[in-house]
T-cell receptor
């Protein structure tokens, strides 16, 4: 059975801290891994990773995929209160749909 | 360009009532999806439509039906609502590009969600 596991499930940090969120997966016919940020409503797309070892960056956020370890990390440096959200990891499955992890709830305190 | 739209935004039903959640996208995407999101459970796929005219079950299809009305619209129907269907429902669409065909995964675009409460 395809599955995606994220850790930790929740995390509380202070502004300026650096955080690392983890995602591991067991999926048949892996195509890509995606990270989303969800605040109050719908998830918004952050990154899509298909190749191992290539880092994607967007401002203070970065992500990298390790196909050998079947995992990915999402790093956020110099965190701000606006980074508080649920971060979702999703992996493409054998049916072409996305399989989501349960998410990591990040709370950034001022 | 509105992206993915969903109606209604909120709904309260009594057990046994029926309703249809509407979803439309104006991005000319081939594939559309319905998810539910429950606290601590993440997003779970209910049904999806790889292309106009096709629908398939996802992870949690029981108690739901779908209709891919045309390329733009994908509706989700609850025939006899149950309290276990209290959830936030998200519709999403995706545009497979490149040579990977329908089983290639690229970013999905999500609607704003429908918060459904069944009492």
């Amino acid at each position: 059975e395809d599955k995606v596991v994220q850790s930790p499930l929740s995390l509380v940090v202070h502004e300026g801290d650096t955080v690392t969120l983890n995602c591991s997966y067991e999926v048949t016919n892996f195509r890509s891994l995606l990270w989303y940020k969800q605040e109050k409503k719908a998830p918004t797309f952050l990154f899509m990773l298909t190749s191992s070892g290539i880092e994607k960056k967007s401002g203070r956020l970065s992500s990298i995929l390790d196909k050998k370890e079947l995992s990915s990390i999402l790093n956020i440096t110099a965190t701000q209160t606006g980074d508080s959200a649920i971060y979702l990891c999703a992996v493409s499955g054998s049916q072409g749909n996305l399989i989501f992890g349960k998410g990591t709830k990040l709370s950034v305190k001022p | 360009n509105a992206g993915v739209t969903q109606t209604p935004k909120f709904q309260v039903l009594k057990t046994g009532q029926s309703m249809t959640l509407q979803c439309a996208q104006d991005m000319n995407h081939n594939s559309m999806y319905w998810y539910r999101q429950d606290p601590g459970m993440g997003l779970r796929l209910i049904y999806y439509s790889a292309s106009e005219g096709t629908t398939d079950k996802g992870e949690v299809p029981n108690g739901y039906n779908v209709s891919r009305l045309n390329k733009r619209e994908f509706s989700l129907r609850l025939e006899s609502a149950a309290p276990s269907q209290t959830s936030v429902y998200f519709c999403a669409s995706r545009n497979p590009t490149g040579t990977g065909g329908v089983f290639s995964s690229y970013e999905q675009y999500f609607g704003p969600g429908t918060r459904l409460t069944v009492t």
